[in-house]
């Protein structure tokens, strides 16, 4: 399904990583480990097409990133991929239904296997732990594990095909962190949807089927 070739990335205060060349199936779970500052977000921001490549490509689908405008990037990126970020990213005034279906706004295929919103947003949350009351809670109200949830539930709806996560155990105590892969690993289609995962965190590589250590692959 997605497959990376030769990537390359300078940062402008001089540094450069060569990445691992790594290839993702449907249905798989990859999670990419190693210290802070090795390139974890970064690969992961390249993949999303957020970050522009410098050298190499990335194939999904069939669909060459070199070949695409930013402008179909960034519907690709809509349609395909989920995303689950470090900072969350939740829009704070917003309740907790509404952040989860800023999901599939902009993404016609995403919101296309959603028939009815109301109710899916309920099956996404309650499967990750979260009780229904919750939905019209503006988000800064909620714990930081909760907020994690939400922000799951976001990158779920719809169902894209691929879902990226940077580091969304990081807030949590290692008994939450237990807690909520199991939820967050029971509510993906695992017959579809692939994830790739960094983390610092070795502990939880048991709940992926492959791992890579960004420690001992750099140039």
């Given at each position: 399904?997605?497959k990376?070739?030769?990537?390359?990335?300078?940062?402008?205060?001089g540094?450069?990583?060569?990445?691992?060349?790594?290839?993702?199936?449907k249905?798989?779970r990859?999670?990419?480990?190693?210290?802070s500052?090795c390139?974890?977000?970064?690969?992961?921001?390249?993949?999303?097409?957020?970050?522009?490549?410098?050298?190499?490509?990335?194939?999904f689908?069939?669909?060459?990133?070199?070949?695409?405008?930013s402008?179909?990037?960034?519907?690709f990126?809509a349609?395909?991929?989920g995303?689950?970020?470090?900072?969350?990213?939740?829009?704070?005034?917003?309740?907790?239904?509404?952040?989860i279906?800023?999901?599939?706004?902009?993404?016609?295929?995403?919101?296309s296997?959603?028939?009815?919103?109301?109710?899916?947003?309920?099956?996404?949350?309650?499967?990750?732990?979260l009780?229904?009351?919750?939905l019209?809670?503006?988000?800064n109200?909620l714990?930081?594990?909760?907020?994690?949830?939400?922000?799951?539930?976001?990158?779920?709806?719809?169902?894209p095909?691929?879902?990226?996560?940077?580091?969304p155990?990081?807030?949590l105590d290692?008994?939450?962190?237990?807690?909520?892969?199991n939820?967050?690993?029971?509510?993906?289609?695992?017959?579809?949807?692939?994830i790739?995962?960094?983390?610092h965190?070795?502990?939880?590589?048991?709940?992926?089927?492959?791992?890579?250590?960004?420690?001992?692959?750099?140039?």
């Amino acid at each position: 399904m997605l497959k990376t070739l030769g990537l390359e990335y300078h940062y402008q205060y001089g540094k450069k990583i060569v990445f691992p060349e790594i290839e993702v199936k449907k249905g798989q779970r990859l999670l990419i480990s190693g210290f802070s500052g090795c390139g974890k977000t970064t690969l992961l921001s390249l993949i999303a097409g957020a970050l522009k490549l410098q050298a190499g490509d990335i194939k999904f689908d069939g669909h060459e990133y070199s070949k695409m405008s930013s402008l179909f990037l960034d519907k690709f990126r809509a349609d395909h991929i989920g995303y689950i970020f470090q900072i969350l990213n939740l829009i704070p005034f917003l309740s907790v239904s509404e952040n989860i279906a800023l999901g599939i706004k902009f993404s016609k295929s995403r919101k296309s296997k959603v028939a009815n919103l109301n109710q899916e947003i309920i099956r996404l949350i309650n499967s990750l732990g979260l009780e229904k009351e919750v939905l019209n809670t503006p988000v800064n109200r909620l714990s930081v594990g909760q907020q994690q949830r939400v922000a799951v539930a976001r990158a779920l709806l719809g169902k894209p095909d691929l879902i990226l996560a940077d580091e969304p155990t990081s807030a949590l105590d290692t008994g939450t962190t237990k807690k909520f892969l199991n939820e967050m690993m029971e509510t993906f289609d695992s017959t579809k949807q692939a994830i790739i995962m960094v983390s610092h965190d070795a502990s939880i590589a048991p709940y992926f089927d492959t791992v890579i250590d960004f420690n001992n692959h750099h140039a």
